[in-house]
């Protein structure tokens, strides 16, 4: 029986988060990232241990199937590449940075100066649609550094909490792209494959739905149930169902982990006890 193959970063940034979705899905990989090579012992699964860097092109020749990658690698140098689903972990931007005290009113400040960075083709599509002309320094990491030894005027590197940046006197002042962890698929994928992805990409929505989610569990008198539901944000026919004590009820909903938090004042001011708010593993529509 074919058998879908998918890589993952070997070590590095994505590596447990991209692990940890495999998992939460269903899927038990049998051997460590040492092997390089693993099955699945309950999918019909091979997963590839790689480098970020590398993964594109194992996409774009067909050695693998599909990959859970960075999307900003994708962009440097995925083209035909899809993206099939966007998997909420690994945020971050590709951005353009000077020392603190550079004047920079905008982009046509970086004609003529060096820039340093490990992602060329983002930053030369960046120049062109703005027609400006730099010189680019290419290198691996440490990109931040650049600058401080005068080897570059700008940088345009990764920035999450802009700590990096900070510890080394430089300012963000342009966003080139967002990115984030993504599943991605071959052009060269067979069709039987294809189903296997299609199995994947059903499972891991429904996980990525139930991370989005909580389940809540409240208790409130009869009178006060129609305002509650209004208050819930988003909430879709929630089940009400009798408790032992006269005239209560415990109301069930599932909504938006984000919108909860926002209204729970609202929620206890109006007669609501005995809130419970658990997580969801799974929501399959
Ligand atoms: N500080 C960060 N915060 C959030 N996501 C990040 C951060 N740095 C990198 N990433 C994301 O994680 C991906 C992997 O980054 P990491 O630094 O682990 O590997 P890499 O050096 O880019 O690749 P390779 O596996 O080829 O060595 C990046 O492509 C990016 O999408
Ligand atoms: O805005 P921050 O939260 O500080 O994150 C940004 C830093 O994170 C990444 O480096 P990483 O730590 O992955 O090291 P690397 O250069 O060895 O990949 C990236 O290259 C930046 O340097
Ligand atoms: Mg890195």
Same mark, same amino acid.
């Given at each position: ?64 199937? %599909? ?7 994708? =962009? ?29 009113? /905008? ?15 983002? +930053? ?16 691996? /990491? ?7 030894? /005068? ?10 909490? /802009? ?20 599943? %991605? ?45 209004? =208050? ?21 909903? +599932? =909504? ?30």
């Amino acid at each position: 029986m074919s058998k879908l193959k998918i890589a993952v970063q070997k070590s590095g940034r994505l590596y447990d988060d991209s692990m940890k979705i495999l998992k939460d899905v269903g899927i038990s990989i049998d051997n460590g990232k040492d092997q390089l090579k693993a099955s699945a012992k309950n999918f019909p699964l091979e997963v590839f241990y790689l480098r970020n860097g590398d993964i594109p092109q194992y996409l774009k020749d067909g050695v693998v199937d %599909a990959a859970i990658i960075g999307e900003n690698v994708l =962009i440097e140098k995925g083209d035909k590449i899809s993206v099939v689903e966007k998997l909420g972990f690994s945020s971050c931007k590709v951005s353009i940075a000077v020392p603190k005290a550079a004047k920079y009113s /905008g982009v046509a400040d970086l004609e003529g100066k060096r820039i340093a960075t490990s992602y060329p083709n983002t +930053v030369i599509q960046f120049l062109e649609k703005n027609n400006v002309k730099a010189h680019l320094h290419i290198i691996n /990491g440490s990109v931040e550094i650049a600058p401080n030894i /005068g080897l570059a005027d700008a940088i345009v590197d990764i920035v999450s909490s /802009g700590s990096t940046l900070y510890k080394n006197g430089l300012k963000e002042v342009e966003i080139l792209l967002k990115s984030e962890a993504v599943l %991605a698929v071959s052009p060269l994928i067979s069709p039987e494959n294809q189903q296997i992805l299609n199995k994947l990409q059903f499972r891991l929505q429904s996980v990525l739905r139930g991370r989005q989610s909580k389940y809540v569990l409240l208790n409130a008198p009869n009178d006060k149930l129609e305002t509650i539901v209004n =208050i819930l944000p988003g909430m879709n026919s929630p089940t009400i169902l009798p408790l032992a004590k006269e005239g209560w009820s415990s109301l069930h909903s +599932v =909504i938006n982990k984000n919108e909860f938090w926002e209204v729970i004042d609202e929620l206890k001011k109006n007669g609501a006890e005995g809130i419970l708010v658990c997580p969801i593993e799974n929501m399959v529509l």
